[in-house]
């Protein structure tokens, strides 16, 4: 069995789900414990995990990538079998460059016809790893889960000191079971080695998006409660197909920068999408692709390609990111040139130079900018619904906490949310957005969005800059803590939530919290998958 190093680590390669059980064998024999890595997305668990090699127990980590077990198999006319080690779309950044486009699941479906319901905001996670984190679109009327028929887990059956490990099929014809693991089990319960779905016939979509400043919004009223013609911002996430909004929330006392970027869209077929293109082409001037197509442009394409955009964006964020440590290192010979440019700079930061930035970046709507008013695109669905695939996690880090709060307290949630926002000064280092979308409730136990739709606020914090993240979500964390969010489990996640354990909060939001701890360590009673992350995230006792 091949190997590879990541970070550090060594990653086993299994080609088979034979492999993956010599694998959990080789664990259960070396008193081992397992991490499974998809595509690394999710930080900071992976940074954690690579860096500890052995646990606090003592017991060396095994790595895993399935990376060469991304085989899909037609089961009937809109079924099909997907190892767990295929990624949704194309990996850029896969460190066993076995990822591709022609490999990737949604490109295989929609050359079959078919399609998921939908779709997160980038594709290139794992499917394991997707269903391993909760992870979801932006839509309340569509689920990636409502696609999920069953999933198969390598697992193990332990007895005094007997134990093997063998191939499990979780079914949705047995929820008891399969809401259990199916999703957001964190690789917990075993590894998920293969998913099934039944799919949905091919779409396209067609959408428009518009940047407004905050306070003039006229999709939404974004705040209420005041009189208003406008949806409010639950009515608009509930009616909308797929939605998110990206909030720049700075304000300064001279000038309104705060703006909205709202994105929506629907569901079409192939004749809509062409006639949507025709249409934006009239409004915008912009010829559509050699396809009949208007695709989404989050950044402006340079040389047909974002990633110029996303280059000039990594630069400024940097010297952003690392003010004024550069700047120092850079005059290190002339501290008091330094001491004028840096009181030049913060001075005149929050008037100038953000407000430079902001209208490079996110320009409002005008009749005589780029876009000539709202944006208006029109795409496949599985190109179109991940409008965030065009920024790179390398060119463009961003990292970020990610709550999940039951979709009634939305107009509550934006109020706390503007509140803090708007007493917050506009600083060199903390000058990013806020994302703003929706899910689908889930029956999965463990899922973020059980037994409720939810309004989820994504903090953003750029990867590159200096200090620790965690100190800056702590604010969002205290602020929502009275609407009982619960946290995207491939996110940042705190230590704490109201002085309590966040394991001892987490307890009190899911209602099959403790069934489920039993569950798992009736699974797992030799805990070969339990890392000191999740350890620590979750509060499971050691035996």
């Not at 779709?119 to 309340?140: D, E, K, N, P």
């Not at 099934?196 to 409660?225: A, R």
């Not at 280092?429 to 037994?451: G, M």
């Not at 939530?497 to 009673?525: E, F, I």
Request: proline share 6%.
């Amino acid at each position: 069995m091949d190997t590879i190093i990541v970070n550090g680590a060594t990653y086993w390669l299994p080609e088979s789900n034979d492999d993956v059980i010599a694998l959990v064998q080789e664990a259960l024999d070396k008193n081992e414990i397992i991490c499974v890595r998809g595509s690394g997305h999710s930080f900071p668990l992976i940074g954690t995990t690579e860096k500890e090699q052995i646990s606090s127990t003592g017991r060396p980590y095994k790595y895993i990538m399935l990376s060469k077990m991304y085989a899909v198999t037609m089961i009937d006319a809109n079924t099909v079998k997907v190892q767990a080690g295929c990624h949704l779309g194309h990996d850029p950044f896969d460190p066993t460059k076995t990822s591709t486009v022609d490999n990737s699941l949604c490109y295989i479906l929609d050359n079959l016809g078919l399609a998921l319901p939908d779709l997160g905001g980038i594709t290139h996670q794992t499917i394991g790893g997707f269903l391993s984190t909760g992870s979801s679109g932006g839509s309340t009327q569509y689920s990636f889960e409502d696609a999920l028929d069953s999933i198969e887990v390598v697992t193990y059956m332990a007895e005094g000191d007997y134990a093997v490990p063998y191939l499990y099929e979780y079914n949705i014809s047995v929820p008891q079971q399969f809401h259990s693991t199916g999703l957001a089990s964190m690789g917990l319960m075993g590894i998920i080695v293969s998913a099934t779905f039944k799919c949905i016939p091919q779409f396209y979509i067609q959408g428009s998006e518009t940047i407004e400043y905050t306070d003039k919004c006229s999709l939404i009223n974004l705040f209420g409660p005041w009189p208003s013609k406008l949806p409010g911002l639950q009515t608009f996430l509930e009616k909308t197909e797929y939605t998110r909004l990206m909030w720049w929330p700075q304000q300064n006392n001279k000038q309104d920068l705060s703006r909205m970027v709202v994105w929506q869209a629907k569901r079409t077929d192939k004749a809509g999408a062409e006639a949507w293109a025709a249409h934006a082409y009239d409004l915008m001037g912009v010829q559509p692709s050699a396809d009949g197509l208007k695709p989404y442009e989050e950044v402006p394409y340079i040389f047909s390609s974002p990633d110029p955009a996303n280059v000039v964006a990594n630069l400024i964020y940097n010297a952003i990111g690392q003010w004024p440590t550069w700047l120092q290192k850079l005059l290190a010979d002339k501290p008091a040139e330094y001491e004028i440019i840096k009181t030049l700079v913060e001075s005149n930061y929050a008037t100038k130079i953000f407000p430079a930035i902001m209208d490079i970046f996110v320009a409002v709507d005008t009749p005589t900018n780029k876009n000539k008013g709202p944006q208006l695109f029109s795409d496949l669905w599985y190109t179109g619904i991940p409008m965030d695939n065009q920024m790179s996690d390398k060119l463009m880090p961003v990292w970020f906490t990610e709550l999940w709060i039951d979709i009634c307290d939305t107009e509550k949630v934006m109020q706390a949310l503007k509140g803090y926002y708007d007493v917050q000064p506009i600083t060199v280092d903390l000058s990013f957005s806020c994302e703003i979308y929706a899910a689908k409730k889930s029956p999965f136990w463990l899922s973020p969005a059980y037994n409720r739709d939810v309004i989820r606020i994504d903090v953003f914090w750029y990867g590159n800059n200096q200090g620790d993240p965690a100190t800056f979500y702590q604010n969002f964390w205290d602020l929502f803590a009275p609407f009982n969010y619960r946290p995207h489990w491939g996110k940042y996640i705190p230590d704490t939530v109201n002085g309590m354990p966040v394991a001892t909060y987490l307890s009190k939001l899911y209602p099959k919290w403790h069934t489920w701890m039993n569950l798992r360590q009736q699974v797992d009673s030799r805990q070969i998958f339990v890392t000191d992350y999740w350890r620590q995230k979750l509060g499971i006792p050691l035996v």
